[in-house]
């Protein structure tokens, strides 16, 4: 038997003067980017939200608060990384992930395939386990006005009975 946990993650950015933006982890040229404290990646920052929601243990801005100059101008990718070790040590993998990236602009469709293979190798999961899609608000709203990006995240992980075992007995929940 296993136990499942599920996690949902938001994550928005707004645009400010640049020349690319960085989603999933990948690099992409555009007129602007995103305004954030690290890197800006509202993927992988909706996508961290979600995990950590689904153990339980909070969101990003809890474990990398953006009033760490530690984590200022950082790689998003750093922290999917520490967001995996704490999953991890809590006995949890990733089923999978669905992820839903609102953006008016850029156009995404030439760099998802890149952008899911990048996300699935930080997860350390195969790619038939992740899903990433784009959608646009139809020109509604602040997305629509092309003032930022926003995503939203699912993730399922599972624990095994054995491991949720030797919790239950060391008194962790």
């Known amino acids: 038997m296993m136990t499942m946990r599920i996690g949902h993650g938001f994550d928005v ?11 999933g982890g990948i690099n992409i040229p555009y007129t602007r980017s995103l305004l954030a404290h690290s890197d800006g990646d509202v993927v992988l920052h909706a996508l961290c939200d979600a995990l950590l929601g689904a153990v339980g243990l909070g969101d990003i801005g809890i474990h990398f608060p953006d009033t760490d100059n530690k ?23 990733v089923v999978n992930a669905d992820i839903t990236i609102i953006a008016q602009a850029p156009k995404l469709s030439p760099h998802m395939q890149q952008m899911k293979l990048s996300v699935a ?24 006005r092309q003032e930022g990006i926003a995503v939203h995240a699912v993730a399922l992980l599972a624990l095994n009975d054995l491991a949720l075992n030797d919790i ?6």
């Open 13 to 23: 950015h707004a645009f400010t003067t640049g020349d690319s933006i960085t989603l």
């Open 121 to 144: 190798q930080m997860m350390e999961i195969n790619e038939s386990q992740l899903n990433v899609k784009a959608t646009t608000t139809e020109r509604l709203g602040y997305i629509g």
């Open 71 to 93: 984590w200022k101008g950082v790689a998003s990718s750093l922290l999917m990384q520490e967001v995996i070790k704490k999953i991890d040590r809590l006995n949890y993998k």
């Open 168 to 173: 239950v007995s060391q008194g962790s929940i």
